[in-house]
Antibody
Framework: QVQLQESGPGLVKPSQTLSLTCTVS??????????WSWIRQHPGRGLEWIGY???????YYNPSLKSRITISLDTSKNQFPLKLTSVTAADTAVYYC???????????????????WGQGTLVTVSS | QSVLTQPPSVSGAPGQRVTISCTGS?????????VHWYQQLPGTAPKVLMY???NRPSGVPDRFSGSKSGTSASLAISGLQAEDEADYYC???????????FGGGTKLTVL
């Protein structure tokens, strides 16, 4: 069973860098066929896709956040960290990590869905 | 402002049928990309409820059904039960963003 777990500081000061880690168990992030993603949910609001990374290290970022995001792979620990720079109060949200892959007879990445999710971690940006 | 548009809320009495719409554009749903639906129970992470427009993962009751037409998709829930009270999100791929897009979410209240 694939499991994901987010970890990192729950409080970040404005203008600083938010750093979170997603630890994966039950699968290897080095294995092809899946993307590893970050999603966030502002308090009381909907889901926002942040970006994803493939096992090759190729990344895809939400254009609205692209200038501030870095998603990477740490294959030795089976983790994929997220860094978000220059945070403001608008970055306060629950951050989720997820595995993105094919369900059913999906045979290309455009039909991939967010199959497995972590429990989420609340990050508050405040001084 | 979400790329995919959903009604903020829907409600129905136990046993009734409700539908939740998800409206996109020519760069996502209208381009033929699959729509997936997620159910988020209070205080929990979303989970896949429907994938590939109208396919249920194992364990999801057949009271849930999905459809897609043109630039829109719908999730129907029949025989409403109290346990269905949750937030529901649609999701697709957007070619102009080269990534995933979500709807703003719909809160289902079982009266």
């Amino acid at each position: 069973q694939v499991q994901l777990q987010e970890s990192g500081p729950g409080l970040v000061k404005p203008s600083q860098t938010l750093s979170l880690t997603c630890t994966v168990s039950g699968d290897s992030i080095s294995r092809g066929g899946y993307y590893w993603s970050w999603i966030r949910q502002h308090p009381g609001r909907g889901l926002e896709w942040i970006g994803y990374i493939y096992h090759t290290g190729h990344t895809y970022y939400n254009p609205s956040l692209k200038s501030r995001i870095t998603i990477s792979l740490d294959t030795s620990k089976n983790q994929f960290p997220l860094k978000l720079t220059s945070v403001t109060a608008a970055d306060t949200a629950v951050y989720y990590c997820a595995r993105v892959g094919p369900l059913g007879d999906c045979n290309n990445t455009s039909c991939y869905s967010f199959e497995y999710w972590g429990q989420g971690t609340l990050v508050t940006v405040s001084s | 402002q979400s790329v995919l548009t959903q009604p903020p809320s829907v409600s129905g009495a136990p046993g009734q049928r409700v539908t939740i719409s998800c409206t996109g554009s020519s760069s996502n749903i209208g381009a033929g990309y699959d729509v997936h639906w997620y159910q988020q129970l209070p205080g929990t992470a979303p989970k896949v409820l429907m994938y590939g427009n109208n396919n249920r993962p194992s364990g999801v009751p057949d009271r849930f059904s999905g459809s897609k037409s043109g630039t829109s998709a719908s999730l129907a829930i029949s025989g409403l039960q109290a346990e269905d009270e949750a937030d529901y999100y649609c999701q697709s791929y957007d070619s102009s963003l080269s990534g995933s897009v979500f709807g703003g979410g719909t809160k289902l209240t079982v009266l």
